[in-house]
């Protein structure tokens, strides 16, 4: 169903959302599909198979996982238009599973799913995604939203209906075909403008848009969109900096719109979005609705393009998956900006794309031979981040090479790939000298070049392959003399044995220990181990916070919140390494957490503020800082609570006091 109404698919993809189990769960084999349905029938329901393996493996990391999964994309892309309407259909049945399994899903979703049903204009399934998704990862301020939202539904009501009764009766008026409606902004978006902007959710001024959808032959689209914002404009003043003209350069996803904001009636600030039914039909199906219209042309267009530039991406050398998924998302699921060539032909690049980045979007020599740029006539360095409209010329130079530095410049990942493929074909130049270097030392040592000696010396100095010796060989990071203290038994070299190390039997060797209080804080999984761990400093959780244990590298058992910054890169990344964690009953302990604090600057504030604090509650301030302007204060307090029911007790308490607008719980610094 979900293919069908929501998305848009055809007959053939349906049939193969319902068959794409079938290979695997039953004795149906692909053979039995292609004769029955047809081979591209078969080639989509394989791809889907293969996606199914490819997430049921619990060994393998999400971000190894959504690189197979995009290989997939570039044969056909319906297979992941499919797996999005099975991702809508997962979250939108998350209740019943356990809370780990929820926050491993819901992260993986709101990290590449949703920015990718984005990518592919499907705004209502993106916009879904990222609410369910918040449902888990912020229960509480998804609740909070959802609850005013509803409480100020029939207030909202009436405002639109008031800005919108003028524009009726004008585009009636003008004898237009059209709908004029508005919509409430998604929780998930409105949650961002309060955390963004820092402001409650009273002070969120753009709650719902006001959408225009316009019944017009193709070869009047623009000119009747243009019409009506014309009408708009006269009848509410616009704010000229939010204009935003998709109708000129359409997204690269295909959306087409006319965005302004205008100031409604009681002094309120409005979105408005003018569109034709054709334009929004791709807005709300994307990629179903592109097939749809390609038929109409044979032309190249920007999915095609786009799905060009995934191949040349995925065709090059494997790379690290993290690294790969965060350069795809940078790459491929970023906003973008449209800049020009100096020939007026139009390149759409991520948001923060650089000169170097250009350079490399026109052809690969011109990347790697990028000295510096021309921007409207003026020269910047190839560092320079771009702007949309900017018109860019490149300057090369024969003598130039990349450096490592050079990925430090670029957002892309084909300049990134580029550049990599160029310093690894000029570190194997360097290479083949250490190489030889090696030989003659070995020779004069009266022993062979051989696999063995090779291997041996790569494990004494601790690196990943011969290659890494012979450049560290050749650029002088390995000094050979090194090599006396090795015995040569026959042609082969021995690495000396460590020394023995004297114990002084004086002195404490036995491991620390932590604090046995600390230890019976938190208790892992089902068992109720008690175990070694520490607390991030990223989000700093205290008892009662929602948190999971991560196992990381080098660092054992780390205690994150749900709500942490860095939580949703970690659960969509590494999964598997995420244990179920909840806290021990503990009172003995206290930890620092941090109020941010804004109100009236009345006589006497402070003093009520420490009285609740250090008085009624008897918790500690560890820190103190309030600034005071045009009769408003800010502040932020450092406390320590033992749990989140105290910390909890402290805001109400703050919130209750005359004058205070906002209390918000913030990360402090260790």
């Given at each position: 169903m979900i293919c069908v109404e929501e998305i848009g698919l055809g007959v053939r993809s349906t049939i193969c959302a319902l068959l794409h189990d079938t290979v695997e769960d039953t004795d149906i084999s692909l053979e039995d599909v292609e004769m029955e349905f047809g081979i591209e029938i078969a080639k989509i329901v394989d791809g889907l198979t293969k996606i199914s393996s490819v997430i049921d493996t619990n060994t393998s990391q999400q971000a190894e996982n959504f690189k197979k999964i995009l290989l997939t994309l570039t044969d056909d892309p319906r297979v992941i238009l499919i797996k999005l309407a099975d991702r809508l259909h997962n979250m939108r049945t998350l209740d019943h599973m356990k809370r780990e399994k929820q926050l491993k899903i819901a992260s993986e979703t709101v990290w590449v799913y949703a920015p990718l049903a984005h990518r592919m204009g499907l705004y209502s399934i993106k916009t879904e995604l990222e609410d369910l998704s918040m449902k888990y990862m912020e229960p509480d301020a998804y609740r909070d939203i959802a609850k005013k939202l509803s409480e100020t539904k029939r207030e909202r009501t009436r405002y639109i209906n008031e800005f919108i009764r003028p524009l009726k009766e004008k585009m009636q008026a003008g004898n237009f075909d059209f709908e004029i409606y508005g919509r409430p902004k998604s929780i998930h978006s409105i949650w961002?403008?309060?955390?963004?902007?820092?402001?409650?959710?009273?002070?969120?001024?753009?709650?719902?848009?006001?959408?225009?959808?316009?019944?017009?032959?193709?070869?009047?689209?623009?000119?009747?969109?243009?019409?009506?914002?014309?009408?708009?404009?006269?009848?509410?003043?616009?704010?000229?900096?939010?204009?935003?003209?998709?109708?000129?350069?359409?997204?690269?996803?295909?959306?087409?719109?006319?965005?302004?904001?205008?100031?409604?009636?009681?002094?309120?600030?409005?979105?408005?979005?003018?569109?034709?039914?054709?334009?929004?039909?791709?807005?709300?199906?994307?990629?179903?609705?592109?097939?749809?219209?390609?038929?109409?042309?044979?032309?190249?267009?920007?999915?095609?393009?786009?799905?060009?530039?995934?191949?040349?991406?995925?065709?090059?050398?494997?790379?690290?998956?993290?690294?790969?998924?965060?350069?795809?998302?940078?790459?491929?699921?970023?906003?973008?900006?449209?800049?020009?060539?100096?020939?007026?032909?139009?390149?759409?690049?991520?948001?923060?794309?650089?000169?170097?980045?250009?350079?490399?979007?026109?052809?690969?020599?011109?990347?790697?031979?990028?000295?510096?740029?021309?921007?409207?006539?003026?020269?910047?360095?190839?560092?320079?981040?771009?702007?949309?409209?900017?018109?860019?010329?490149?300057?090369?130079?024969?003598?130039?090479?990349?450096?490592?530095d050079w990925l430090n410049l670029v957002v892309t990942a084909k300049a990134k790939n580029k550049i990599k493929d160029s310093l690894r074909e000029e570190k194997r130049h360097i290479a083949e000298d250490g190489k030889y270097i090696l030989q003659r030392k070995l020779e004069s040592m009266g022993a062979a070049y051989s696999h063995h000696n090779i291997e041996e010396l790569v494990h004494f100095y601790k690196l990943t392959s011969s290659l890494d010796l012979h450049y560290r060989i050749a650029t002088k990071y390995i000094d050979l003399r090194e090599l006396k203290e090795f015995q040569v038994l026959g042609d082969k070299i021995e690495i000396p044995r460590p020394k023995p190390v004297h114990v002084d039997p004086l002195v404490d060797h036995q491991p620390k220990h932590y604090d046995k209080k600390d230890s019976e804080l938190i208790i892992f999984g089902e068992s109720s181990d008690k175990i070694m761990y520490t607390l991030a400093k990223c989000c700093h959780p205290i008892p009662g916070d929602d948190v999971f244990g991560f196992v990381s590298t080098g660092k054992g058992l780390i205690i994150h919140r749900t709500t942490c910054p860095n939580a949703t890169q970690l659960l969509a990344n590494y999964g598997h390494r995420v244990v179920k964690t909840k806290w021990a009953k503990n009172k003995e302990i206290s930890f620092l957490t941090g109020l941010k604090i804004i109100g009236l600057d009345d006589v006497g504030v402070i003093n009520k503020i420490t009285n609740v604090i250090s008085g009624d509650l008897r918790i500690n301030i560890a820190g103190l800082s309030i600034d005071s302007k045009e009769g408003l204060f800010q502040g932020t307090i450092k406390v320590f609570v033992h749990d989140k029911e105290e910390l909890e007790e402290l805001v109400f308490r703050l919130k209750s006091l005359k004058g205070i607008q906002t209390v918000d719980r913030f990360e402090t610094e260790s």
């Open positions: 961002n403008k309060i955390k963004k902007k820092a402001v409650a959710f009273e002070e969120v001024y753009d709650l719902f848009a006001i959408r225009v959808i316009l019944n017009s032959p193709p070869e009047k689209e623009k000119e009747d969109c243009w019409k009506v914002y014309s009408m708009v404009t006269d009848e509410y003043n616009p704010a000229p900096e939010r204009l935003r003209d998709w109708l000129s350069n359409p997204k690269s996803n295909g959306y087409e719109a006319l965005h302004t904001t205008v100031m409604g009636p009681q002094g309120k600030w409005v979105e408005v979005q003018i569109r034709t039914k054709r334009m929004n039909e791709i807005a709300e199906k994307g990629l179903a609705a592109h097939y749809k219209y390609k038929e109409e042309s044979s032309d190249e267009d920007r999915f095609d393009k786009w799905f060009g530039q995934i191949r040349e991406v995925l065709s090059g050398p494997d790379t690290d998956g993290v690294d790969f998924l965060q350069d795809f998302k940078t790459s491929f699921l970023a906003e973008e900006i449209y800049v020009y060539t100096p020939k007026g032909e139009v390149k759409m690049l991520p948001t923060g794309s650089t000169a170097l980045d250009f350079a490399f979007s026109i052809h690969s020599a011109i990347g790697t031979k990028c000295i510096g740029a021309k921007v409207h006539h003026k020269l910047v360095p190839i560092g320079h981040k771009l702007r949309s409209g900017d018109q860019i010329e490149i300057i090369t130079s024969n003598k130039q090479k990349p450096s490592e």
